[in-house]
């Protein structure tokens, strides 16, 4: 089961990648390399990928360069579902198609990691309650955790003031309810996809399958259902905030 899922979301997410590389190309002019390594998420998809490194983070991987110019070779000969059929094929000798359901095991704060800035922390989140959803039958916990990371970064290092997110959940109510609101008020669009969960993890359903309606919504428009909005606030709001929707 657990394979099928992921064979399910892989397999639909990366022509879905595809069909959108061409649509950089058309919309921005950049180049066909350019839009593969740094605007859709395909590398972490493949073995690969060993986890730490990527080419959009100035990591060179000769093998990958030399397998792209296969997909290149693709893209040049082909249009429309041809491509995204073809390239798709291509690459699946390549693409990771197993693993385990994520899980909260070995995570202190479930769903949420972070990264540390010089006076900020970065959020990060991922579902390990699938196939529940952190917004529904899991939001007590999802709360709970992201209210012990931030007392346990005020206690940790005490000179933090500000938590930051660059995410698509901060265009959902239901996330947004968790923040102050200098939260939503700070909001920024950030309209130039890149290789992060922030713009691509939309296109996740609950269960770890592809979000259908979500890529139809793109297939159709052009657009991300849902903008990926990076905002902050002060930790103390956030916290203060955070104890009173525990009480509700």
């Known amino acids: 089961m657990e394979n099928e899922i992921r064979v399910h979301y892989v397999s639909h997410f990366l022509k879905l990648s595809l069909w959108y590389v061409r649509v950089l190309m058309e919309r921005e002019g ?4 350019d839009a593969i390594v740094s605007r859709v998420n395909v590398y972490r998809n493949t073995d690969f990928f060993d986890g730490e490194h990527h080419p959009a983070w100035g990591r060179e991987d000769l093998d990958w360069n030399a397998y792209l110019k296969g997909l290149k070779a693709i893209f040049d000969r082909r249009e429309g579902g041809a491509w995204e059929d073809e390239g798709l094929a291509y690459l699946w000798p390549r693409v990771t198609k197993g693993g385990r359901r994520p899980s909260p095991q070995g995570r202190p704060y479930h769903c949420w990691t972070y990264d540390d800035g010089e006076d900020y922390i970065a959020l990060h989140i991922a579902n390990v309650y699938q196939p529940k959803s952190p917004l ?3 939001r007590g916990a999802f709360r709970d955790t992201l209210l012990q990371l931030l007392r346990d970064t005020q206690a940790r290092r005490p000179e933090v003031e500000t938590v930051r997110c660059g995410s698509w959940l901060n265009s959902a109510p239901p996330f947004q309810t968790l923040f102050p609101k200098s939260w939503r008020d700070s909001a920024k669009a950030s309209s130039r996809s890149g290789i992060g969960m922030g713009h691509w993890g939309q296109f996740m359903d609950r269960t770890g399958r592809f979000h ?8 159709a428009t052009g657009a991300f259902p849902h903008p990926c909005l990076g905002c902050h ?6 916290v203060a905030r955070l104890e009173v929707v525990a009480k509700v």
């Open 212 to 219: 259908v309606r979500n890529g139809e919504h793109l297939r």
């Open 136 to 138: 529904s039958e899991m």
């Open 30 to 33: 950049i180049a066909f390399e």
């Open 233 to 238: 606030a002060p930790i103390d709001e956030i």
